[in-house]
């Protein structure tokens, strides 16, 4: 009887500690459970987070190549205006170099008039000197 009594009490121990195993595995499934549970919000709100990065990371990269082609148009912009005026004070240099060769001969023709009309002049001078030695010797 005692044997039996042990026995018993030996299986009513064995059964216990199995409960309680059980109780620890249970417990350490639920835990297990309530870790990915945490660890899937965690990953969530990660790759959550990523994507609006690399989100914001899009738009400034594309903000960046508009800007890009803003400048780009400026400065071509800016090369236009400038070949236009260089155009222009080109043209005015070469105006102004037509303008002095014309000046350069009216001037000339008027040095010659003003030759002629000496010319003329002292023709006149003379012509009129020697009248009057004519009219002295007469």
Same mark, same amino acid.
């Given at each position: 009887?005692?044997?039996?009594?042990?026995?018993?009490?030996?299986?009513?121990?064995?059964?216990?500690?199995?409960?309680?195993?059980?109780?620890?595995?249970?417990?350490?499934?639920?835990?297990?459970?309530?870790?990915?549970?945490?660890?899937?919000?965690?990953?969530?709100?990660?790759?959550?987070?990523? =994507? %609006?990065? &690399?989100?914001? +990371?899009? #738009?400034?990269?594309? $903000? @960046? *190549?508009? /800007? !890009?082609?803003?400048?780009?148009?400026?400065?071509?912009?800016?090369?236009?205006?400038? =070949? %236009?005026? &260089?155009?222009? +004070?080109? #043209?005015?240099?070469? $105006? @102004? *170099?037509? /303008? !002095?060769?014309?000046?350069?001969?009216?001037?000339?023709?008027?040095?010659?008039?003003? =030759? %002629?009309?000496?010319?003329?002049?002292? #023709?006149?001078?003379?012509? @009129?000197?020697? /009248?009057?030695?004519?009219?002295?010797?007469?």
């Amino acid at each position: 009887n005692e044997g039996q009594h042990g026995f018993s009490a030996q299986l009513h121990k064995m059964q216990a500690d199995a409960h309680l195993f059980k109780a620890m595995y249970d417990k350490g499934a639920l835990d297990a459970a309530e870790q990915k549970q945490h660890f899937d919000a965690h990953l969530h709100k990660a790759s959550s987070h990523a =994507a %609006e990065c &690399k989100a914001l +990371f899009d #738009k400034s990269e594309m $903000d @960046a *190549v508009e /800007q !890009k082609h803003q400048f780009d148009a400026q400065l071509l912009r800016a090369n236009v205006n400038a =070949a %236009e005026f &260089k155009a222009m +004070f080109d #043209k005015g240099e070469v $105006d @102004a *170099v037509e /303008q !002095k060769l014309q000046l350069h001969a009216e001037l000339n023709k008027a040095r010659e008039r003003v =030759a %002629e009309l000496q010319a003329q002049v002292d #023709k006149g001078g003379q012509g @009129a000197g020697l /009248q009057q030695q004519q009219q002295q010797q007469q």
